[in-house]
């Protein structure tokens, strides 16, 4: 098992990397208020025109998330330093929203991993990015 030190091989990333790193993956985790507690939810995303966008099915992510502000975190391990980028904001549902930059969004594909359907599109409007790397220790 690795281990890192976080406190003295922390390294922040720039704006481009975390955008960078938000385009390349396809799998995060987005983080939002469940009545009293956090509830935190893994989901395949698309990063595309400056939003990260996820589809779901009626249920918990559609019924909470929408018109809120939410978090969402992506991470991964380059086997020499691990990094994360985190991105607050406001989400809102836009599988009928009109305009070119939706109707973009909503050609693009998402990986759908769990059952069921998944026709609503949610999308979420960054506010706040920034990321991190740690490196290996020697």
């Known amino acids: 098992m690795k281990v890192f030190d976080f406190t003295s091989s922390m390294e922040t990333l720039s704006l481009e990397e975390c955008h960078g790193l938000l385009a390349r993956e396809s799998t995060g985790r987005v983080a939002f208020a469940d009545d009293e507690f956090p509830m935190i939810l893994p989901v395949n995303y698309a990063y595309v025109d400056g939003l990260v966008a996820f589809r779901t099915g009626a249920g918990t992510k559609l019924s909470k ?35 070119a930059r939706y109707e973009e969004l909503r ?31 020697s």
Do not use: C, N, Q
């Open 65 to 99: 998330i929408p018109m809120h502000p939410v978090a969402f975190e992506v991470d991964g391990d380059e086997g020499s330093y691990v990094w994360s980028v985190l991105v607050r904001g406001h989400a809102r549902e836009v599988t009928t929203a009109l305009g």
């Open 107 to 137: 050609r693009t594909r998402i990986p759908i991993v769990a059952s069921g359907d998944k026709g609503h599109w949610i999308a979420i409007e960054i506010a706040d990015i920034t990321g991190r790397s740690f490196a290996s220790p």
